[in-house]
């Protein structure tokens, strides 16, 4: 295994573990490392060349993955601050009356 495959799986394997625990803080440390990883890997002489597009292929899956899962974070923290926004809202209207 060359080294630019083996870089390029530990970072996808780092980014997934990030993913499952929802560490948004080291998935995007870990987003900046995939891009040079990637950008690395593209440089070097590729004697395997089918081994780094599958693994190439398999970020892209990840990476969907990813954009998925921001998504439903970015929707969940909405819901979240509408809902405190329409509490503190129901508290105000009560310390008019109260």
């Known amino acids: 295994m060359s080294a630019a495959v083996k870089r390029l799986e530990e970072t996808g394997n780092a980014l997934?573990?990030?993913?499952a625990q929802q560490d948004w803080t080291a998935i995007s440390v870990l987003d900046v490392q995939c891009r040079q990883v990637v950008e690395a890997a593209?440089?070097?002489?590729?004697?395997?060349?089918?081994t780094i597009r599958q693994r190439l292929q398999d970020l892209v899956t990840l990476y969907?993955?990813?954009v998925a899962a921001c998504q439903a974070e970015k929707r969940r923290v909405a819901?979240?601050?509408?809902?405190?926004?329409?509490?503190?809202?129901?508290?105000n209207i009560y310390k008019l009356f109260g």
């Open 79 to 91: 819901d979240e601050l509408i809902q405190l926004n329409q509490s503190q809202q129901g508290a």
């Open 16 to 19: 997934r573990d990030a993913m």
């Open 64 to 66: 969907q993955e990813l």
């Open 42 to 50: 593209m440089v070097e002489a590729r004697e395997d060349d089918s």
